[in-house]
């Protein structure tokens, strides 16, 4: 049998055929004679012109406007089929010609009325009485693809810029089957007469053709383009020296018959035409070949379709593998056929991305481009290519350059150059479409362990399907925006000095959002990071005021990192991976605590924490132990050289006014100095006089711990003063403190120390230097009390210090 193919293709051969009415009578009879004959030929363009004579005779004649309607639509005069269905639906009151709601419904839909064409889909199911279960199925169909059409030809693919080539490629007939060769582009066209044709009307030949630089498309000789022959439909190896194309013949006008063929390149130039025998076959069309490569396991494939005996119907696509004898086994691409046609396929082999032309599923009225995503040799999920690139026409042929920036097709769409005006879906025209970004990938980068956004990360993204990289890197940013193309592959890599990079894949892949694609990469510090805490270890509490030092044990010519946080007990190091360190904590009154630490025990962290818990240690390692007084105190105004208060009784009033000290010393100061006179007494009263505090107390209780265990201890005392008054006060005032310290030995724990200093076992020495040793530039001045009292300097120098132990 002969395959009917695609009408509207061949529409161009009518058209030619066109004689005048003269030829015959000019009565109605001879008209209708001339249609019939017309119509006996497939030459349907002329029927309808006879039959448009014959209305003239009775324009309403119910019969003859059904007839021309029908004409139209084989032809695809779509608004001229569709103005006499409405004239043969508007008469037929006996419901003579049931079947011309639906064709009325068809061509709206083609001529993208949709909510016309749902109106009449509607009324056709409802009132359709007729025995063809088929037609009420296509009409179903259609009613659900034209409401689906309606909204979704309004969701335009914005990166689709399509442009008209000129007429150095197209003309009044059909050109199609682009296929982008370097700068030339070689493409079908049908528009070439057969030498002394005995067939009226007269027929065309499609014939191949090649453009360089979008420059007039020039025939190929005839060691391509045989005589009196239709070759068409070019495709090329990788290496371009295989040719694959398809000889058809004519059945009737409007239908042709195709064989794929191939030729291969040698020194002379194009061998001679070698039929596919595994593919062609008598009583079936086999056409439009396009030759893809699975780079993944390196096979080239012949794609094709084709309407054999075993497809699901309608034309089918489907591909066979190229071997060094020959071809491979016949397979069906089932994933992307249906009962209807599915053709022109183009496997983009950079994207495995299959291409092809359907009516089978949902379409905006004609055939549409599709596309599917092949992977392990099956098609994946099937997604329409959108408006504008599909239409209500037919639009077919799609091919894509390697890149995959630049896109061909064709289409009868009503930009396209046509022959008559009644015809305006008559002929294809080849269109260019330059492929913008379809969205944006906005890739953020973060800290791993803390989340928080990673400033000045360069972000690199690699396309995998073509090799382009772009780059993105800024210190006020955390993110970079990229530009994506459909179907491609990609790698994002993240990095950053001293952090570990992160990488991410994704492809695009079956994206129907334009919506921006969001990717979060999350870096580890190379560097890892060593928080340290002191504890004291009776109590767990935080020990502030502790030095730590970290010793790079692989690199014994490192210098040590030495930290003394006074005003906490965190400390913070940055370490190497691959090496190992000590690290070593100490306090006065405290014995030391070392740990080594290994970073090959920590790969999968950024961050560790070592806790370092110190023992109650020495006497002579609280040395010196410094405590601080207020001003004059204890006991203010008086020559007496004792005092019946004790040193930890002193301490609270006085630290409670260490606001007082902030103020009343910064109160003439502004700005920065301020700041900093602020933070240095903030700092003095924190660490150093609530620790001189804390400390007394614990080294009573290391002194009980002697002193049970039978050591006689002899403590050496110092009291000094600011200069603000007389030596001879400052003497009194600095004994004063020193008795005050030894009020506290005395009464500890309900004075369990008092018996060893009855006995002599613990005595208690002291000497009080007073102002005599106040070092130079400490503020004598009675009235400036900002200086001689509330200073830091002044502060510094009221105190008594432990500075001696003996044990024996």
């Not at 080539?165 to 057969?194: C, H, K, V, W």
């Not at 025990?601 to 924490?609: A, G, L, V």
Request: hydrophobic share 35%; charged share 25%.
């Amino acid at each position: 049998m002969k395959r009917k193919t695609f009408t509207s293709i061949l529409l161009a051969l009518a058209v030619t055929a066109i004689f005048a009415v003269t030829g015959y009578s000019q009565t109605k009879k001879a008209y209708i004679k001339a249609a019939e004959t017309a119509a006996e030929a497939h030459d349907h363009y002329s029927e309808m012109v006879y039959y448009q004579n014959v209305l003239e005779f009775e324009e309403d004649d119910i019969d003859f406007l059904y007839k021309t309607a029908e004409a139209a639509r084989k032809i695809n005069a779509l608004t001229k089929a569709a103005e006499y269905y409405k004239r043969v639906i508007e008469l037929d009151e006996n419901n003579a010609y049931p079947e011309a709601t639906y064709h009325l419904a068809r061509m709206q839909q083609k001529l993208g009325q949709y909510a016309d064409a749902q109106s009449n889909y509607q009324i056709f199911l409802t009132e359709y009485e007729g025995s063809n279960s088929n037609l009420k199925a296509r009409a179903e169909k259609e009613l659900s693809a034209s409401e689906w059409a309606e909204d979704y030809s309004q969701q335009l693919w914005e990166e689709f810029q399509i442009e008209h080539l000129s007429s150095n490629i197209n003309t009044p007939y059909s050109e199609f089957g682009a296929t982008p060769m370097g700068d030339s582009l070689y493409f079908s066209s049908l528009r070439f007469e057969i030498e002394d044709d005995t067939y009226d009307p007269d027929r065309l030949l499609t014939g191949l053709l090649m453009s360089e630089d979008m420059g007039v498309g020039e025939k190929l000789g005839e060691e391509i383009n045989l005589k009196n022959t239709h070759t068409a439909h070019s495709a090329f190896t990788r290496e371009g020296d295989r040719m694959y194309f398809t000889i058809c013949e004519y059945g009737l006008p409007d239908s042709i018959r195709c064989d794929l063929y191939y030729r291969d390149l040698g020194d002379a130039g194009w061998g001679d035409a070698v039929a596919i025998s595994s593919v062609n076959g008598a009583g079936y069309t086999s056409t439009q070949p396009n030759v893809g490569y699975d780079d993944d396991n390196g096979v080239a494939y012949l794609y094709f379709s084709s309407d054999r005996p075993g497809g699901k119907g309608g034309l089918d696509i489907y591909r066979s593998a190229i071997t060094e004898s020959g071809f491979g086994e016949i397979e069906n691409i089932a994933g992307v056929n249906t009962a209807y046609n599915e053709v022109t396929p183009f496997y983009h082999s950079p994207t495995r991305t299959l291409y092809f032309s359907s009516n089978g599923r949902k379409t905006l009225g004609g055939l549409d481009v599709f596309k599917s995503s092949m992977r392990s040799g099956s098609a994946g999920v099937v997604q329409h290519l959108g408006a504008p690139l599909n239409g209500s026409y037919h639009d077919l042929y799609y091919s894509l350059n390697e890149k995959g920036d630049v896109a061909y097709f064709s289409s009868n769409r009503t930009e396209s150059f046509y022959l008559v005006d009644d015809i305006e879906a008559c002929c294809y025209d080849i269109y260019k479409v330059d492929i913008l970004p379809f969205a944006n990938l906005i890739a953020q980068t973060f800290e791993a362990q803390t989340l928080d956004s990673l400033y000045g990360t360069k972000i690199r993204v690699i396309n995998l399907t073509t090799g382009e990289e772009m780059i993105a890197m800024d210190d006020e940013l955390a993110s970079g925006v990229f530009p994506l193309a459909r179907d491609n592959e990609y790698m994002i890599i993240a990095s950053k000095e001293n952090y570990i990079s992160d990488t991410v894949r994704f492809n695009t892949l079956d994206i129907q959002s334009l919506d921006d694609i969001v990717k979060k990469l999350y870096l580890k510090t190379d560097i890892l990071y060593l928080d340290a805490f002191t504890f004291d270890d009776r109590t767990k509490e935080a020990l502030r005021g502790a030095t730590v030092t970290l010793y790079d044990l692989d690199d014994p010519d490192a210098d040590p990192i030495i930290v003394t946080n006074f005003d906490a007990n965190d400390f913070h190091f940055e370490l190497e991976r691959g090496k190992r360190y000590r690290i070593t904590a100490t306090r006065k009154g405290y014995s030391s605590e070392t740990v080594i630490i290994d970073t090959n025990d920590h790969k999968d962290k950024s961050r560790i924490r070592q806790d370092l818990f110190l023992k109650i240690g020495e006497l002579d390692d609280f040395l010196p132990l410094v405590l601080y007084f207020d001003n004059d105190h204890p006991n203010p105004n008086t020559y007496v050289d004792d005092t019946e208060l004790q040193y930890t009784e002193t301490f609270p009033p006085y630290f409670a006014r260490k606001q007082t000290f902030i103020d009343r010393f910064t109160q003439p100061l502004a700005g920065v100095e301020r700041d900093e006179k602020a933070r240095q007494l903030n700092s003095f009263f924190d660490t150093e006089v609530k620790k001189g505090n804390d400390d007394l107390l614990v080294f009573m209780e290391v002194l009980e711990a002697h002193l049970a265990q039978g050591d006689k201890v002899s403590i050496y005392l110092k009291g000094y003063t600011s200069p603000r008054s007389t030596r001879f006060y400052n003497l009194a005032l600095g004994n004063r403190r020193v008795n005050s310290v030894r009020n506290d030995l005395q009464a500890y724990a309900g004075g369990k120390l008092q018996g060893y200093l009855s006995s002599g076992q613990l005595t208690v020495e002291q000497k009080s230097f007073g102002e005599t040793t106040a070092p130079r530039g400490i503020s004598s001045s009675i009235p400036n009390e900002r200086l001689s009292i509330y200073s830091y300097e002044a502060s510094k120098e009221r105190r008594v210090e432990i500075v001696q132990i003996e044990i024996n």
